[in-house]
Nanobody, 124 residues
Framework: QVQLVESGGGSVQTGGSLTLSCAAS????????ISWFRQAPGKEREFVAA?????????YYADSVRGRFSISRDSARNMAVLQMNSLKPEDTAIYYC????????????????WGQGTQVTVSS
């Protein structure tokens, strides 16, 4: 029904920046949440950021990334973008895009639609 594809991952030095994109296709709904999660080896998948609706200031962030990351949504292009600045080694993980109508939106088990993930590596 819905397909999500992430892109933009890579390797950067501490303090660098990366921009991740999530392209959606299929029977998407404009008011569905689009979120980013990340998972490091040996750790649970954790919430990073989310944007609700097709516009307006409806963004939410984990405390660990607030002030450094910014999520935006382009409904006309069926895309969501995560701008990551001031990256730290602890940001190293596979980053996943997810969408749906989760309650609560920060719980990964509540999402049905997921992308394949994109690797982000931050080195000292």
């Amino acid at each position: 029904q819905v397909q999500l594809v992430e892109s933009g991952g890579g390797s950067v030095q501490t303090g660098g920046s990366l921009t991740l994109s999530c392209a959606a296709s299929g029977r998407t709904v404009s008011h569905w949440v689009i979120s980013w999660f990340r998972q490091a080896p040996g750790k649970e998948r954790e919430f990073v950021a989310a944007v609700k609706g097709s516009g307006g200031d409806n963004s939410y962030y984990a405390d660990s990334v607030r002030g450094r990351f910014s999520i935006s949504r382009d409904s006309a292009r069926n895309m969501a973008v995560l701008q990551m600045n001031s990256l730290k080694p602890e940001d190293t993980a596979i980053y996943y895009c997810a969408s749906g109508t989760p309650v609560p939106f920060g719980e990964p088990r509540k999402y049905v639609y997921w992308g394949q993930g994109t690797q982000v590596t931050v080195s000292s």
